[in-house]
């Protein structure tokens, strides 16, 4: 259960780690099923071409959207109470609703960084309840290019973001090294509303980083624009779909 404390939180900072939400031997089985599903696929690199100012020209990184379409393993996951009773909480909403999911992991020593940006940019919604879930499956300290943050940023609005190479935020005005990392261990899981100015770090570690990302809103937020559809947007995670 998410106790109020942890949702003040999340609403005063806009974003929560949650520690230990799965535990060791999960974690390890869905990093296993991760470089799996990884393995079944053509490799694709969804590198921003401003990353590279950032982490040189040699980092690159590997991804999947909609997981839950090649491993029953992550669709288990996404109706996990222990996901959605946070989630709910986190929202103040009793129904979550998928946007989206993806795979992430960086490889080693050389995994891409992601500048700072809102998820917001992306796929902006009317009543911003959009929040993101970072599962982490292995370790994620600073080395390994773990998720940084600016504490209370969601509180700015929705921010202007630059087109060119990837949809973030000005480098200069909004260097990487200048918000906090959140490290994080493996079964922890790191809590993110869209509006949350995050990024994160090369991994620069021996062994890859590997994360999967459950993007979620209240099904009564809509769409401000028609972009960012995916497989399965729209199933109930949690709680029903009023809006019929």
């Known amino acids: 259960m998410t106790d109020s404390a942890m949702v003040r939180f999340y609403q005063d900072n806009g974003y929560l780690l949650v520690k230990g939400l799965l535990g060791a031997a999960e974690a390890r089985a869905y990093r296993q099923e991760c470089h799996a599903v990884l393995g079944r696929l053509r490799p694709t690199d969804p590198t921003w071409g401003s990353a590279r100012e950032i982490g040189g020209p040699g980092t690159e990184l590997r991804h999947c959207h909609d997981a839950q379409f090649h491993s029953a393993a992550f669709a ?41 940006h809102q998820d917001a940019a992306h796929f902006p919604h009317t009543r911003h309840t959009v929040g993101a879930a970072i599962f982490h499956f292995d370790a994620a300290p600073e080395e390994k290019g773990c998720v940084r943050v600016v ?11 630059l087109e060119e190479g990837g949809w973030h935020l000005p480098l200069r005005e909004w260097p990487l090294e200048a918000a906090v990392p959140v490290e994080a261990e493996a079964g922890d899981v790191l809590f993110l509303s869209y509006l949350t100015v995050h990024g994160s770090g090369v991994n ?41």
């Open 204 to 244: 620069r570690a021996d062994e890859p980083r590997t994360t999967l990302l459950i993007q979620y809103r209240d099904p009564e937020d809509q769409p401000a624009d028609d972009v960012h559809r995916s497989r399965g947007q729209g199933m109930m995670l949690r709680g029903i779909d009023p809006t019929g």
């Open 151 to 161: 504490p209370g940023s969601h509180r700015y609005g929705p921010l202007p973001h």
């Open 76 to 116: 288990r996951l996404m109706v996990d109470p222990r996901f959605t009773d946070v989630a709910a909480a986190l929202m103040g909403s009793e129904n979550v609703q998928l946007h989206h999911t993806k795979i992430f992991v960086k490889p080693a020593e050389k995994g891409s960084p992601f500048p700072m």
